[in-house]
T-cell receptor
Framework: AQSVTQLGSHVSVSEGALVLLRCNYS??????LFWYVQYPNQGLQLLLK??????LVKGINGFEAEFKKSETSFHLTKPSAHMSDAAEYFC??????????????FGKGTKLSVKP | EAGVVQSPRYKIIEKKQPVAFWCNPI?????LYWYLQNLGQGPELLIR????????DSQLPKDRFSAERLKGVDSTLKIQPAELGDSAVYLC???????????????FGPGTRLTVL
């Protein structure tokens, strides 16, 4: 069965600093991986997704993630944090490969705080 | 384009009372999802519809939870009777599932925050 583990429930960075949010996955088949962002009192919004086309995936708002099969990781990064990046971030894996639409299995989330 | 609409945004009820949540997906999206999000946790799937058919309801507690998606558009999730442990955010999402291949993007509504007293 597929699963994801997000290391660190809370990450704090200074404005302008590197953002690194960690996600490790477990999957018996080649995975589809996603990062979502959730702002307070809002639904989740897709940041980026990995679908086996390229290992370095660029998303919205300057975020990117690199798929590393050897490390079973899909960490999310942004070179320079902005105050508006403060939110909760969720890593997710699809529980099927190809074929029919799968369900998303989410991690517990990492809350990002950005200090001025 | 309008996003996924959910109502109410907030609901406070006493335990043992019934409650219902409504979701209007993005126009044309054939797949609809209901998720449960507990505080400090990621969303967990309750039920997934493809058009009118519930194709995955394995995580729906059927003794007290029910859902319907009439005409393959709007959906309602009901809890009867509610328990204290049902306090959470209930999220609705929709997607357009087409050809076989990579999963389609799911678009989420803002959720309904339920408080059971």
């Amino acid at each position: 069965a597929q699963s994801v583990t997000q290391l660190g429930s809370h990450v704090s960075v200074s404005e302008g600093a590197l953002v690194l949010l960690r996600c490790n996955y477990s999957s018996s088949v080649p995975p589809y991986l996603f990062w979502y962002v959730q702002y307070p009192n809002q639904g989740l919004q897709l940041l980026l997704k990995y679908t086996s086309a390229a290992t370095l995936v660029k998303g919205i708002n300057g975020f990117e993630a690199e798929f590393k099969k050897s490390e079973t990781s899909f960490h999310l990064t942004k070179p320079s944090a902005h105050m508006s990046d403060a939110a909760e971030y969720f890593c997710a894996v699809s529980d099927t490969y190809g074929g029919s639409q799968g369900n998303l299995i989410f991690g517990k989330g990492t809350k990002l705080s950005v200090k001025p | 384009e309008a996003g996924v609409v959910q109502s109410p945004r907030y609901k406070i009820i006493e335990k043992k009372q019934p409650v219902a949540f409504w979701c209007n997906p993005i126009s044309g999206h054939n797949t609809l999802y209901w998720y449960l999000q507990n505080l400090g946790q990621g969303p967990e799937l309750l039920i997934r519809y493809e058009n009118e058919e519930a194709v995955d309801d394995s995580q729906l507690p059927k003794d007290r939870f029910s859902a319907e998606r009439l005409k393959g558009v709007d959906s309602t999730l009901k809890i009867q009777p509610a328990e204290l442990g049902d306090s959470a955010v209930y999220l609705c999402a929709s997607s357009l599932v087409g050809v076989r291949g990579a999963p389609s993007e799911q678009f989420f509504g803002p959720g309904t925050r339920l408080t059971v007293l």
